[in-house]
């Protein structure tokens, strides 16, 4: 199989994963992307493990009608709470190991700051991805709900976005 014939499948709870579509295309423009954003289901952050683990599964039901090769799981909740349950015939990938190893990678104190979704703070996913990289760096966490609904409405540089954070 050719490079430019790979597929790739992508899917957030909303738009937010658009900004990794972003980032994988700016890096391998010829592979075909396929996104899922789940706006009939956001947010993810505020819903239990089990039903999370439903939705991916069905996510990646959907993808692979697409004939993907890879699936990207672009939202941190959903990442979070990937297990041995979710079954797939091609690789997952998800962005807590990523972003945890940039984390550490770019801590010039080890110490690191994590603000995410209820879900992925209780799921302690980026506390496990990050000791396992460095285990003596302090993690701070903090759940910040309103964050999802900011980043969705791309509200990025707006005030309001500054003062949630």
């Known amino acids: 199989m050719k490079t430019k014939d790979l597929k790739i499948g992508i899917f ?8 990794v579509l972003k980032s994988l295309y700016a890096k391998a423009p010829e592979l075909q992307y396929y996104y899922l954003g789940d706006t009939a289901r956001v947010p993810y952050g505020t819903k239990s493990p089990k039903i999370l683990r439903k939705y991916i599964q069905e996510n990646i039901d959907f993808l692979m009608t697409q004939k993907v090769d890879a699936i990207v799981v672009a939202c ?5 709470v990937l297990d041995e349950t979710i079954t797939s015939p091609v690789p997952i990938f998800d962005v807590i190991r990523p972003s945890a190893k940039a984390a550490v990678q770019s801590s010039l ?13 209780q799921q302690q ?3 496990h ?7 003596n760096i302090e993690i701070f966490q903090q759940a910040c709900p ?20």
Do not use: C, F
Request: aromatic share 4%; proline share 5%.
């Open 76 to 80: 941190n909740s959903a990442s979070s």
């Open 109 to 121: 104190d080890k110490r690191i700051g994590v603000i995410a979704t209820r879900t992925t703070v």
């Open 12 to 19: 957030d709870s909303g738009l937010g994963g658009l900004t």
């Open 125 to 127: 996913s980026y506390i």
């Open 129 to 135: 991805a990050i000791h396992e990289l460095q285990p």
């Open 146 to 165: 309103l964050l999802v609904p900011l980043v969705e409405e791309a509200w990025l540089d707006d005030p309001l976005t500054n003062l949630v954070l």
